[in-house]
């Protein structure tokens, strides 16, 4: 089946460094989300692609669409404390087969 | 931006009793709505799909009779655990689809998660 591979599965950074991370997949898809999790609660969407080559802005956040279809990465500018959690890429493979195929998460640890 | 509430946030059990866990989408409508499984450290996990009138379709290995899916209106999907067990302790998730069809964007949002032990 569909996978998706998230990298790093970890970091650790210190306050106001910047973060980068991404998925990359075999399949092709037509849309990507990034999730952020926080412990005990569900996934919040950051940020939503549509496009191929699509580069979005969320804030602090940037993410783009690959132009191949088969990757997506997260930047996040000048960490701070609340950017800690837990970061999930997914990928719909055609929009109207609904189902999300979720990489397997990079943990993001900031030190003060 | 879109909404999605469960309860009850967090339920103990005993087991072989039933558990029901519900999950609506407060501002928008959604025809299709989504159950996820997540361990510790783990990502999430699909479990089934559920669609407003009519079955839910289930992933491979996920048992259809001991989660009952209902997804009786436009807001609603709910989850019932049935004779639940030690190894059923898990945290539930939803999702809610939210597809706009002139702005053709499709997008699913989270509920809070529903952690369930079963003694």
């Known amino acids: 089946g569909q996978q998706l591979n998230q990298s790093p599965q970890s970091m650790f950074i210190q306050e106001g460094e910047d973060v980068s991370m991404n998925c990359t997949s075999s399949?092709?898809?037509?849309?990507w989300l990034w999730y952020k999790q926080d412990p005990g609660e569900g996934p919040v969407l950051l940020i939503a692609l549509y496009k191929a080559g699509e580069l979005t802005s969320n804030g602090r956040l940037t993410a783009q669409f690959g132009i191949t279809r088969k990757d997506s990465f997260l930047n996040i500018s000048a960490s701070i404390p609340s950017d800690v959690g837990i970061y999930f890429c997914?990928?719909?493979?055609?929009?109207?087969?609904?189902?999300?195929?979720f990489g397997q998460g990079t943990r993001l640890t900031i030190n003060p | 931006g879109a909404v999605v509430s469960q309860h009850p946030s967090w339920v103990i059990c005993k087991s072989g009793t039933s558990v029901k866990i519900e999950c609506r989408s407060l501002d928008f409508q959604a025809t299709t709505m989504f159950w996820y499984r997540q361990f510790p450290k783990q990502s999430l996990m699909l479990m089934a799909t559920?669609?407003?009138?009519?079955?839910?379709?289930?992933e491979q290995g996920v048992e259809k009779d001991k989660f009952l899916i209902n997804h009786a209106s436009l807001t609603l999907s709910t989850l019932t655990v049935t004779s639940a067990h030690p190894e059923d302790s898990s945290f539930y998730i939803c999702?809610?689809?939210?597809?706009?069809?002139?702005?053709?964007?499709?997008?699913?949002?989270f509920g809070p998660g529903t952690r369930l032990t079963v003694l």
């Open positions: 997914a990928g719909q493979i055609i929009q109207g087969a609904q189902k999300l195929v």
């Open positions: 999702s809610a689809r939210d597809l706009v069809e002139g702005a053709n964007t499709d997008t699913q949002y």
């Open positions: 559920s669609n407003e009138g009519s079955k839910a379709t289930y």
């Open positions: 399949s092709i898809f037509n849309t």
